[in-house]
């Protein structure tokens, strides 16, 4: 039987409760690793909370209110942040602080928004094209059936339903038979996950497990 919005909705909450048990008060930090408290760890778990169903925010506690002010820290005022060590890492800052949804940061969202366009248009980027966005939509369909739990293939995998969710003529495979990658992906998900409903010990791997089953939720949600 396939997987339901109701049963997304339930693993994506789960899993967001785990991450906020991995909160280092102490350290700033989501996990034991070094990496849990550098900045691409902390606005990857912000981004993810803030995105799910229940809509963290700074006022439901420390775990949210603590990484956001350690972000915003590291933002010059040029929009240049400090301690992103890639690219990607700029772009997950960009977008916890446009999920946060704090009206106190829309100018330091804002003025890093305007420079992640530059450091776009710097290097080329264009929104994509039908080539692109069809190479998203094949790797979702084999990444269903080989899976890797680490953050780098879950990152390619979340960039690649980015894509395909901005893709306005909606081209989810309906057309040659076959189920909406939506639903695709959260089983593939789903099935791997382990016991205690987590992807492993890997803050970043479950951050971005669940950054990937909130779009899938609300695809789901709202077909």
């Known amino acids: 039987m396939a997987v339901t919005a109701e049963e997304v909705s339930i693993a994506a909450d789960g899993l967001a409760a785990w991450l906020i048990t991995q909160y280092d008060t102490e350290r700033n930090a989501f996990g034991a690793a070094k990496e849990g408290a550098g900045i691409a760890c902390l606005s990857m778990v912000v981004r993810a909370l803030c995105d799910s169903q229940r809509r963290y925010r700074k006022a439901s506690g420390r775990f949210i209110a603590e990484p956001l002010k350690r972000i915003v820290s590291q933002v010059a005022p040029d929009g240049l942040v400090n301690g ?7 772009v997950d800052v960009a977008l916890a602080l446009r999920s946060a949804g704090d009206p106190d940061l829309a100018r330091v969202a804002r003025t890093v928004d305007e420079r ?5 248009n710097a290097i080329g980027f264009a929104d994509e094209d039908e080539e692109t966005v069809s190479l998203s939509y094949w790797e979702i369909e084999h990444a269903c059936g080989e899976l890797e739990l680490n953050p780098t293939q879950l990152a390619r995998l979340r960039d690649c339903l980015e894509a395909v969710k901005r893709d306005k003529r909606k081209r989810v495979w309906i057309r040659r038979g076959r189920p ?3 639903l695709l992906l959260a089983e593939a998900l789903l099935k791997r996950r ?9 803050v970043q791997a479950n951050a971005l497990a669940l950054q990937i089953l909130n779009v899938c939720y609300n695809e789901m949600r709202n077909q």
């Open 84 to 90: 992103t060590k890639s690219l990607e890492d700029y």
């Open 180 to 182: 909406p990658w939506a």
């Open 194 to 202: 382990l016991g205690d409903g987590t992807f492993g010990g890997d």
């Open 116 to 120: 992640l366009t530059c450091l776009l």
